[in-house]
């Protein structure tokens, strides 16, 4: 999937763009419930969550079993699902700490109660989808990590022998290149790394939605087109302020994760960085057989500019990643959404790895922002002497893990001490970004060295390597 391929029937992998309709496919899906009514006037409540997207939608949720008694309230500037939860490529994973190199690397000492958290925490997403009735197309199938390199080969190799000596690749099965293309059939593939079981694939809108349906059946208030404006101290719990009146809670819980944080001091703590993707028409039986895929696992190779794939229930193809895209200033702006110079290179880099489906035609191209921070997995907190609690960072792995985070969430706002919150990676923050021009400068250098890194076999230059020793090692 090297990028110098596209000039290679550029004009051809172009033309296949040219019925792509710049929205998300998840979001077009008949079955979107209608958004509920705004909030006008004033309302009172025991929790108030702020954000519609996965983060908020867990926590409203699990407040709700936790105490069915608790007047939950949630607030969604527009509405539940539109940004991240319902745009983004439905990898749902076990891992807590955006896979486990970066989790082994950062917590080693309690990489193993991290991993049970991790695989509790997706069996917990399972139970729930069932207990609720929420079909968002949910399978099991598990991940491939492939190479498509000799070098990255020979990595997945070691990797998959070091999880081996340290007791950690339970379910996890390395494949050489006949193995992983007897999986999925691409001529650029040469070895993968299969996990078995903690991965699954969903249709993400339909779960942000299910969640939605799911709150309000347990009389959860959910206010959408209603933005958080201000957040306030009042008498002994918080007041949000919103454009038509206001909420007064006991406690509150930010899921704004990438838009700014109604605490200040968290938000040089993130910074949006763009993803964009393209999603095909659906798949012949003819087609799916050229290149198998009958497991329907998720796909992502290994390269630091890395692509991200998998099937839908209708059997298209979703294609994402490689280029991530971070604004001066960490602007967000609607006209970022629509990249069509990278859409381009996406459709060369996939008819590279499937030149078999060459003729297939893309539907759908967007790309929107995620919530980045400096190592990659969420991080934690609290404001207004306990009154406030947050979760951010989730680094464009969240659509499980932020179960976990309503959960930490959860326990902070209770005052509880749990295994959660005796964590490390709980009690520990990130380091933050620096102001500008330092925070451009930084990403930008580094964005240019893992693509240098790619093309010379892996290699980490001088500036990756100090980033690896101050704990800032990007790899994804």
């Known amino acids: 999937m090297a990028p110098s391929a596209m000039s290679r029937g550029e004009d051809k992998w172009i033309a296949s763009l040219s019925e792509a309709q710049p929205v998300p496919y998840w979001l077009e899906d008949p ?45 969604e500037g527009r509405e539940v699902g ?14 807590l700490t955006h896979g486990l190199s970066n989790g082994l690397s950062r917590w080693p000492d309690e990489i193993g109660k991290l991993e049970e958290l991790g695989r509790r925490n997706l069996d917990e997403i399972e139970a729930a989808l069932a ?53 999925v059939n691409s001529p650029t593939f040469e070895a993968g790394l299969w996990d ?14 299910g969640l939605k349906q799911a709150c309000i059946r347990l009389g959860v208030r959910v206010y959408e087109h209603t933005p958080a404006l201000t957040l306030k101290s009042y008498g ?51 087609q799916l057989a050229e290149i198998g895929w009958k497991n329907r696992q998720g796909l992502g190779d290994s390269a630091n500019q890395f692509h991200y794939f998998r099937l839908s229930a209708d059997n298209r193809v979703l294609w994402g990643g490689y280029d991530a895209i971070y604004p001066y200033g960490g602007r967000m702006r609607a006209e970022y959404d ?7 290179k996406l459709a060369g880099h996939f008819f590279t790895c499937f030149p078999q489906l060459e003729g297939v035609r893309f539907t759908h191209a967007w790309g929107g922002a995620i919530d980045t921070c400096s190592r990659f997995s969420a991080f934690f907190g609290t404001g207004h002497q306990g009154k406030v609690a947050y979760a951010a960072g989730y680094t464009g792995l969240g659509v499980g893990a932020t179960r976990f985070g309503a959960d930490v969430m959860l326990d902070l706002l209770d005052g509880e ?27 930008a250098l580094t964005k240019w060295s893992l693509a240098r890194a790619d093309a010379h076999g892996g290699r980490r230059n001088l500036w990756l390597r100090t980033m690896d020793r101050l704990g800032l090692g990007f790899d994804s």
């Open 417 to 443: 001490r749990t295994e959660r919150t005796e964590l490390e990676m709980v009690r520990k923050k990130p380091l933050p970004f620096p102001p500008e021009p330092f925070a451009w400068t930084g990403i």
């Open 236 to 286: 002994a719990g918080m007041a949000v302020r919103t454009p038509y009146g206001a909420v007064r809670a006991r406690r509150v819980a930010l899921g704004t994760n990438i838009f700014p944080s109604l605490l200040r001091r968290v938000r040089s703590y993130t910074v949006p960085v763009y993803d964009y993707a393209l999603m095909t028409e659906p798949l012949s039986a003819d």
């Open 82 to 95: 539109w940004a991240a939860s319902g745009r983004n490529g439905g990898f749902c994973a076990a891992s």
């Open 31 to 75: 079955g979107k419930p209608p958004a509920e009514p705004a909030l006008t006037g004033t309302d009172t409540c025991d929790l108030l969550v702020v954000g519609g997207g996965y983060s908020g939608l867990w926590t409203a949720l699990n407040a709700k079993e936790r105490d069915p008694q608790r007047d939950v309230v949630l607030l």
């Open 338 to 344: 629509d990249r069509p110079e990278t859409y381009a």
């Open 131 to 183: 207990r609720h009735d929420i079909d968002c197309d949910f399978e099991r199938t598990g991940e491939i990590d492939v190479a498509t390199e000799t070098y990255q080969a020979w990595e997945l190799r070691d990797w998959h022998r070091r999880l081996t000596e340290q007791g950690l690749a339970d379910g996890v099965e390395f494949l050489d290149t006949d193995a992983v293309r007897e999986q």
């Open 196 to 209: 078995r079981r903690g991965v699954a694939m969903l249709h993400p809108a339909k779960l942000a939605w």
